[in-house]
């Protein structure tokens, strides 16, 4: 299986200012397709995850443009440019190069 | 509007087995692959398989093979997942998932999510 592994696991971060998470994985997620496969996913206290982006870089629909992905092959970063009180939760990212999709172990961001 | 609706908590012994149903609605059930998340307590989420509800076709995780089944009935639009063998480790919350334009995809369509609690 492919490994994912996130940093950090927590962050905690002040109104109005930036964060930043990693994403690394264990092969590489770039398809034969073209495309790379790589998803992130934000789960709000008590609820089912959203998806906020998929291959590395594309908001999914509904998704503000303060989050972005970027990354190629094996590293990639989910950037958030202005943290609100609402992006409260666990991030995670997710590979789907082929059907034995993995998550990172998420990482947990708080408000400051 | 789109809907998964899945089946009540459950409370299992060791050994037994779990079904879990997630009923979706509000659009062509057939179009859409399911996909099976699993969240334990207080712990970050675990893809289980996912189904194709058109063929009926399915891929597992190979944690899982040999002690999980997916299956669809399209007259009810529903889709099951059934785990056999069950241990205190399978105490979890199982989420069906709607695959979205890329299959290994899960968009914005969940279910509620249904606690299988796995105790003697």
């Known amino acids: 299986d492919i490994v994912m592994t996130q940093t950090p696991l927590s962050l905690s971060v002040t109104p109005g200012q930036p964060a930043s998470i990693s994403c690394k994985s264990s092969q590489s997620l770039l398809h034969s397709d073209g495309k790379t496969y790589l998803y992130w996913y934000l789960q709000k206290p008590g609820q089912s995850p959203q998806l906020l982006i998929y291959e590395v870089s594309s908001r999914f629909s509904g998704v503000p443009d303060r989050f972005s992905g970027s990354g190629s092959g094996t590293d990639f970063t989910l950037k958030i440019s202005r943290v609100e009180a609402e992006d409260v939760g666990v991030y995670y990212c997710m590979q789907g190069i082929h059907l034995q999709i993995t998550f990172g172990q998420g990482t947990r961001l708080e408000i400051k | 509007q789109v809907q998964l609706v899945q089946s009540g908590a459950e409370v299992k012994k060791p050994g037994a087995s779990v079904k879990v149903s997630c009923k979706a609605s509000?659009?062509?059930?057939?179009?859409?692959?399911m996909h099976w998340v699993r969240q334990a307590p207080g712990q970050g989420l675990e893809w289980m398989g996912i189904?194709?509800?058109?063929?009926?076709?399915?891929s597992y995780a190979q944690k899982f093979q040999g002690r999980v089944t997916m299956t669809r009935d399209t007259s009810t639009s529903t889709v099951y997942m059934e785990l056999s063998s069950l241990r205190s480790e399978d105490t979890a919350v199982y989420y069906c998932?709607?695959?979205?334009?890329?299959?290994?995809?899960?968009?914005?369509?969940w279910g509620q999510g249904t606690l299988v609690t796995v105790s003697s």
């Open positions: 509000g659009y062509t059930f057939t179009s859409y692959y």
């Open positions: 189904i194709n509800p058109s063929g009926g076709s399915t």
């Open positions: 998932a709607r695959g979205d334009f890329e299959i290994t995809m899960m968009g914005n369509y």
